[in-house]
């Protein structure tokens, strides 16, 4: 909402600057976007150089025949003037910009010239050249009644301070400059001016109920509805002042009718419409639901197809208004219009908003009843718009109006207490500083005998209990006062879960080990399910669409992270950058047939392409291979102190030998693997990668907890390495597995230190050495101990897995 | 060598000639290993020493207890040099030894490579431990939601104008489900669940249909909620205001401007003082010496009623903050658009 700080002034004496006043309104709940100004600049005494003058002689340049060489009057003297425009002549009064004058949107003041010869003090303006049209012909002829030599930003409001307000939704009554002078009179203290008053006088010995029959068949969308007709009206452009207003408004002046109905748009906030009279079929107008399918074309030269229930303004033969939104193409006043039907009513906000959502179609007039709009401003509206139609269209106010209402405004009474302010606050108010405050801000305010009750102003539906009007000393009394303090009494723990915090575990593992976390976005492009390869029937193609995604490439919800995770790896590729190590933190998102909402699970998940160990002129190593992977998915676990198993995976987007399932507490967490070739070509990524998966759920779970001592100090353990010869395919974790079993209890830890094929190991068979650490809880381990438990394990592992022992 | 020990050793030519040999080479042993043949030649069990002494017993017996002491003096001086010797010997060979390992210092060391969290992580953790110092919780609630719990039990009925403020992401299919456009709706959802005292803080992922410089899709929110029987406005503002010289400096303060929000009334928006300029004024805070870090409110009875607490026994109050704004007011970023763009090179400054 732009304010025109002349404009606001005419309704309040603010006495502070537009940045004193910008300050003061932000701290109050008005928040100023941007202080601009609107038409000639205003600094170094530039208006002092744009003055009224008056055309003493013109005569022809001696020089050129299309230009006159006039003698101005500029009150203090005379100044010869060069002049090209010929819609003047002597007598008129004119806008004339002096030497040193800078004109709106030019670099460099205007110079005293000799043109052709003839020296030229000065330049009589266009109204193109003063910002007040686009386009103008010849130079402004000012009324009569401007004074000559006065300057002219007095006389038209050509230069002014504007504020940009960012108005709540909660405020419609703010989006006029009226409402904004209340506003500013309430917060400053200063006076406001009464409103926009005054009457034309009616004319005639016809009534506007002769002549037009109006109805209102949906009143639930339409409180009220009223029109006033005014007969033999001029169109023609709106005198300078005028336009200088709809200009500063960020408007475009069009013609007298329509300006003077934005006019008074800007200035009370109530939307208006002018119909042509004449172009209204039957001399009838129903307010009444669309049907569905019918259309109008709106001023915008638009072909609108209506559904059923949007709010429509109709005349005999066919819509005529989409209303509160945008009038029709039909009867829009024209430069032959002679009689117009002004109307000024309330729809109803919720309707003009989905009406306005469906049509795509926003306009000044809808973004103000979509709000809800005071219902007593139809009446002002129509009687300031009548009386400027009189005195600047020349045209006759036509006796009687419509005012169709549903039922007339009676004011809320709102019960306050007093001690309930300080409660809410934190501090207190005095009683008389709360009616002050109200009192400014247009409330009543009664003294009953348990505190205040305020009657709410019709413009401030906003204001509904107790608490709203608490809002409102508040914000007027000043936030500034409020002591600042902590809750008293807190009866609660804080901190983290123990599930938060194995979370901040897990990633700060992985962070440590050398990932690098990336954040992406939580939707996907829809083909991720191909490019994985996965199963005509896998669920996770199963996704959650989006019904209005800003792109294909943001369109639906993953189920997976890996999708995001080689997208990333592969602009971090085509970045040139080295050793894309990264994970991720986050949601997948599953539909769950027959429920509303999907299932959330959180998971973390990453994928290596690079060294873990650096780069670097000493030794390298750390190739990002599935034992990497697998590594990372160890220390994932290590830093929850929880455990996990393997089983091949069988996963369609990963290396089917390079892969496996993470099972944790029997149930399946995850998986580890390397990527399958196809997958990889797929999201264009040249270089090998392993990626995981694993659920935060199952992680959570597999966590300890608190760790509980275990003395393995008091008697020291006694260590073996043991090499066997096995089957080359036997999995490692059944020799560790039979180890166990028959070491028990003594055996603690087993580790695969060494795995060899070839050499004299003989075809099809592998060496696997281990290392045994044997403890006992209450004595130290003699030789014979270790001996026979050893002897157990070798024989075991003759008889389950027809092992030999390696010498 | 005492002269006493001299004069026996010339009264005994056959003791002086091996003293004065033995002597003379361990003082010109240059290694320890050429000490080490002198030792054993002259020390040794085969040495003329050696052999002198064993044959003691076989000497006219007045010469016995001479040669006998004397060639154990002897034995004991030439220990005791060739020890010294041996020190000597030592230490400049380890002075060699150390001077050959001497490496080029200035080559870089073994890399031990970290990953990095990313910085809305890092922001997220700081501003969660803040408020769990205060004694706060962290809840978390559904990003695909309903339209009830996102508007409607906000106090955002349908047809609000308050709605259309959010451009929504709408799940297909189904015309009440939504990705959330904040994290207020889990305000509803801890309070469905819980009875007063409920004091928690909500962070997560939220989403709205916008895309430009100084939007993306998708981004974090923190949402705090206390209420409790006599929570003022007063205790909101001193919440903020140690939250804010946590985050930003001790030295920060906070302003409250009233606003709108549909959920809180009264509703502010919070300004910190710029942490740039020190509220002197400069670009970022747009002269105005304050920069906008969130909005808050008391909650609005009307929530309440959602929930089914009762208006008149319970207060409280909410706030809801970007995630985003906070790491770029701390870091000093400029483009949004970065944290989403997972560029290592991005991530790894952090």
């Known amino acids: 909402m732009k304010v025109p700080l002349t404009w606001l002034t005419e309704y309040v004496d603010v006495k502070l600057t537009a940045a004193e006043l910008a300050e003061r309104m932000a701290l109050t709940g008005t928040e100023v976007e941007r202080i601009s100004h609107a038409g000639l600049p205003a600094t170094g005494g530039n208006l002092d150089r744009f003055i009224v003058g008056k055309v003493a002689s013109r005569d022809r340049h001696p020089n050129a025949d299309k230009l006159s060489l006039c003698q101005v009057d500029t009150g203090a003297g005379t100044e010869q003037i060069v002049c090209g425009a010929a819609n003047f002549q002597a007598g008129d009064k004119v806008a004339v910009c002096l030497p040193g004058g800078l004109l709106p949107g030019r670099d460099e003041p205007l110079s005293a010239a000799v043109i052709r010869g003839v020296e030229s003090r000065g330049m009589m303006c266009s109204e193109a050249e003063l910002g007040l049209s686009t386009e103008a012909e010849g130079i402004m002829i000012l009324p009569e009644d401007a004074p000559v030599g006065g300057r002219l930003a007095d006389y038209i409001p050509l230069s002014d301070e504007v504020l940009e307000l960012e108005v709540t939704p909660n405020r419609p009554d703010c989006l006029s400059i009226y409402g904004v002078a209340r506003e500013v009179a309430a917060i400053t203290g200063r006076k406001l001016k009464p409103p926009p008053a005054g009457e034309a006088d009616p004319r005639g010995d016809d009534r506007i109920d002769e002549i037009i029959s109006v109805g209102v068949a949906d009143s639930d969308l339409c409180p009220r509805y009223g029109a006033r007709l005014i007969a033999g009206v001029k169109v023609a452009p709106s005198p300078p002042w005028l336009k200088a207003r709809i200009v500063a408004a960020g408007m475009r002046p069009v013609n007298n009718v329509v300006d003077i109905t934005n006019y008074v748009m800007w200035t009370l906030g109530e939307p208006m419409h002018a119909f042509d009279l004449a172009r209204i079929s039957g001399r009838q107008l129903m307010v009444r639901r669309a049907v569905k399918d019918e259309e109008i074309i709106t001023i915008d030269g638009t072909v609108r197809r209506l559904s059923a229930g949007m709010l429509l303004i109709a005349d005999a033969e066919k819509p005529v208004a989409v209303a509160g939104i945008m009038g029709g193409e039909t009867s829009e006043v024209s430069a032959g219009t002679t009689d117009i039907l002004l109307e000024a009513a309330n729809f109803q906000g919720r309707s003009v908003l989905e009406t306005s959502m469906a049509l795509g179609l926003r306009s000044e007039s809808s973004t103000r009843f979509e709000k809800g709009l005071d219902q007593e401003l139809v009446p002002q509206a129509l009687a300031m718009a009548s009386r400027l139609m009189v005195e600047i269209a020349g045209g006759r106010l036509v006796p009687g109006q419509i005012d169709i209402q549903q039922r007339p405004f009676l004011p809320e009474a709102v019960p306050l207490r007093t001690d309930r302010v300080e409660a809410l606050l934190g501090i207190a108010v005095p009683v008389a500083e709360i009616e002050a405050i109200l009192t400014r801000l247009g409330f009543e305010v009664e003294e009953k005998e348990d505190g205040l009750l305020v009657l709410v102003p019709s413009f401030r539906a906003d204001v509904e209990r107790e608490v709203d009007l608490i809002e409102e000393i508040a914000r007027v009394f000043g936030l500034e006062l409020v002591p600042p303090t902590l809750p008293s009494g807190m009866r609660v723990l804080g901190g983290l879960t123990s599930g938060q915090a194995v979370r901040r575990a897990a990633v700060r593992a992985l962070a440590e080990r050398g990932l690098s976390e990336i954040i992406s976005y939580s939707f996907i492009m829809p083909d991720f399910a191909d490019r994985l390869r996965l199963d005509p029937g896998d669920e996770r193609r199963q996704v959650v669409a989006l019904a209005n995604p800003l792109s294909v490439e943001q369109s639906v919800m993953r189920t997976m992270m890996l999708p995001s995770l080689l997208g990333t790896l592969a602009a971090n590729l085509s970045l040139q950058n080295q050793d894309i190590n990264i994970f991720e933190q986050g949601r997948i998102y599953l539909p769950v047939p027959g429920e509303k909402l999907c299932d959330e699970r959180r998971v973390i998940a990453g994928c290596l392409s690079g060294s873990l160990k650096g780069h670097s002129w000493l030794a390298g190593g750390g190739e990002a291979d599935f034992f990497a992977g697998k590594g990372i998915v160890e220390a994932l676990f290590a830093s929850v102190a929880g455990s996990f198993s393997v089983e091949r995976a069988e996963e369609t987007f990963l290396h089917p030998g390079k892969s496996a399932a993470v099972i944790a507490g029997g149930r399946r967490a995850g998986y580890v693997g390397e990527v399958h070739p196809l997958v990889l070509e797929a999201y264009d990524i040249d270089i090998p990668v392993v990626a995981f998966e694993i659920a935060e759920a199952e992680l959570i779970a597999s966590s300890a907890g608190i760790i509980v001592f275990a003395d393995l100090i008091t008697y020291p353990a006694s260590f073996q390495d043991l090499a066997i010869v096995v089957e080359e395919d036997l999995p490692a974790a059944e020799i560790v597995k039979v180890v166990r079993e028959a070491g028990a209890p003594l055996l603690q830890t087993v580790r695969v230190f060494d795995v060899y094929a070839g050499g004299s190991i003989g075809d099809g068979k592998k060496s696997v050495a281990l290392n045994l650490e044997f403890r006992s809880a209450d004595r130290t381990l003699t030789d014979e101990d270790v001996a026979s438990v050893r002897a157990a394990i070798i024989d075991a592992l003759k008889d389950k897995l027809n092992a030999a022992l390696r010498e | ?350």
């Open chain 2, 1 to 350: 060598m005492s002269g006493d020990l001299r004069k026996q050793l010339e009264a005994h030519a056959g003791l002086a000639l091996i003293y004065e040999e033995a002597w003379a080479e361990i003082e010109r042993a240059e290694t320890t290993a050429g000490l080490e043949e002198a030792r054993v030649k002259h020390l040794g069990r085969k040495s003329q020493l050696s052999s002198l002494l064993r044959s003691i017993p076989e000497l006219p017996a007045a010469e016995r207890p001479v040669v006998g002491k004397f060639g154990n003096q002897v034995r004991t001086v030439l220990e005791a040099a060739l020890a010294e010797r041996k020190k000597v010997l030592e230490a400049a060979e380890l002075e060699r030894r150390l001077s050959r390992e001497s490496v080029d210092i200035t080559l870089p060391g073994q890399p031990f490579p970290r990953g990095h969290l990313h910085l809305i992580t890092q922001t997220l953790w700081q501003i969660e431990d803040f408020f769990s110092g205060l004694g706060y919780r962290i809840a978390e609630g559904p990003e695909v939601e309903t339209d009830y719990y996102n508007f409607t039990a906000l106090n955002t009925p349908e047809g609000h104008p308050a709605r259309s403020l959010h451009d929504t992401f709408f799940v297909e299919g189904k015309p009440e489900v939504l990705l959330r456009t904040h994290t207020s709706p889990v305000q509803i959802r801890v309070m469905e669940k819980e009875d007063p005292p409920v004091y928690v803080i909500i962070p997560g992922r939220v989403y709205r249909r916008d895309s430009d410089a100084t939007h993306t899709p998708m981004f974090h929110q923190v949402e705090g909620l206390a209420v409790d029987e006599h929570i003022t406005m007063g205790d909101l503002k001193g919440t903020l205001e140690a939250f804010a010289k946590s985050m930003f400096g001790a030295e920060r303060e906070i302003r409250l401007r009233p606003h709108y929000f549909p959920f809180t009334e009264p509703s502010v928006e919070v300004d910190v003082s710029c942490m740039i300029c020190s509220g002197a004024g400069c670009r970022s805070c747009k002269y105005s010496g304050w920069l906008e870090i969130l909005g808050a409110g008391m909650v609005d009875p009307n929530v309440f009623g959602f929930v089914g607490y009762e208006p008149d026994e319970v207060q409280g109050f909410a706030f809801g903050m970007g995630v985003e704004r906070i790491a770029m007011l701390r870091h000093g970023m400029t483009d949004l658009r970065m944290f989403y763009d997972n560029d290592l090179r991005f991530i790894k400054q952090f």
